[in-house]
């Protein structure tokens, strides 16, 4: 009873802040999200009888406290949909990119571990079916599994809180680049998802939200490289008004953050085709495409930032038994 499963991280393109039920992890309005690779966590499970209990280590460090206890709301679930009583776990989890700074670590973390946990024990679950085991652990997981552009509709059960797969036209996701801006900062996203109804920008974001989904939505139905971006780079700056307007007035952004701005705007003022995006962190995704993406590296190393470039990343897979990690 053992597999091993690979997921990318996500960016967010219409972003999720603030939870109906912080158990279940439902949002309070559907989130739409793109998959970056070949940045990619890596997780092998196994249960085995001869454990004494669960064990979970990430990134070669064993997992305690409440990293433990979302862990372990995800193995749960799979536990309850297997309908039998399965042995304790052994999980162990590898990243490929830095974490803790912004770039959607949990969601690929949890969307591999919910991957390889459904494998392990033989369950026969999609991926939108997989994205709800996901959510259980972090929101932005299920749309990890489901890849590529995904939509996480909201919802109050699993059938209706799950993540599907937004098509777009033939080689548009081919031509998409990702300049990864680094700005090793630690974030921590949970304490800003608790308190997100206490800001005074809450309401303000919340109306205005669905028409950022539909804008989102019809610009890649269209493939309109310009409106899916644009509207992320506006959806960044909404969601850091919330952010920052709540009880402990959280500021991500550092110095490097905002001189990756202005390099940005720069070069979309000469005519580049680049837009930036930041989720619940200081680091920073620079949106343009595979014709421009050297300049645009080019000009954001320029800042001082460590960078990497990455393209379009499908959903979660049960990968080998020869790329175990254990």
Not at 92 to 117: D, K, P, W
Not at 147 to 170: K, M, Q, V
Not at 180 to 199: F, G, L, R, W
Not at 259 to 287: C, H, I, K, M, Q
Request: hydrophobic share 40%; aromatic share 8%.
């Amino acid at each position: 009873m053992k597999a091993t499963a690979k997921a990318h991280p996500i960016q967010g393109v219409v972003k999720y802040h603030g939870m109906r039920d912080h158990d279940l992890r439902f949002p309070y309005h559907d989130s739409i999200s793109v998959c970056t690779a070949p940045s990619h966590t890596k997780t092998t499970v196994e249960f085995d009888a001869d454990l004494d209990g669960d064990v979970y280590v990430v990134d070669g460090e064993e997992l305690d406290g409440s990293g433990a206890d979302r862990v372990r709301t995800v193995v749960n679930e799979v536990r309850a949909r297997a309908g039998e009583e399965l042995p304790p776990v052994r999980l162990e989890s590898e990243n490929s990119f830095r974490t803790n700074i912004g770039f959607g670590s949990s969601a690929s973390g949890f969307a591999a571990a919910a991957t390889a946990l459904v494998g392990a024990a033989g369950l026969d679950l999609s991926h939108p079916e997989i994205s709800a085991i996901a959510r259980r652990g972090s929101a932005s997981a299920a749309r990890a599994v489901t890849g590529g552009f995904s939509d996480l509709h909201a919802g109050l059960n699993d059938e209706d809180c799950r993540s599907e797969r937004i098509e777009t036209p033939d080689d548009f996701e081919e031509d998409i680049r990702v300049v990864a801006a680094m700005v090793p900062s630690y974030k921590e996203t949970q304490q800003a998802h608790d308190e997100a109804e206490d800001s005074h920008m809450f309401d303000a974001r919340l109306a205005h939200i669905h028409g950022q989904l539909a804008e989102a939505r019809d610009a890649l139905a269209a493939g309109d490289f310009e409106r899916v971006f644009e509207t992320a780079e506006h959806d960044s700056l909404s969601l850091a008004a919330t952010t920052m307007t709540g009880p402990a007035g959280w500021v991500y952004w550092q110095p490097e953050s905002l001189a990756v701005f202005n390099a940005v705007r720069e070069l979309r003022d000469s005519g580049v085709p680049v837009y930036f995006s930041v989720d619940t962190g200081a680091s920073v995704y620079v949106n343009t495409t595979a014709e421009h993406v050297d300049e645009v590296e080019e000009a954001v190393a320029a800042t001082g930032v460590d960078t990497r470039v990455w393209e379009v990343g499908g959903p979660a897979e049960i990968l080998e038994e020869s790329e175990a990690l254990f």
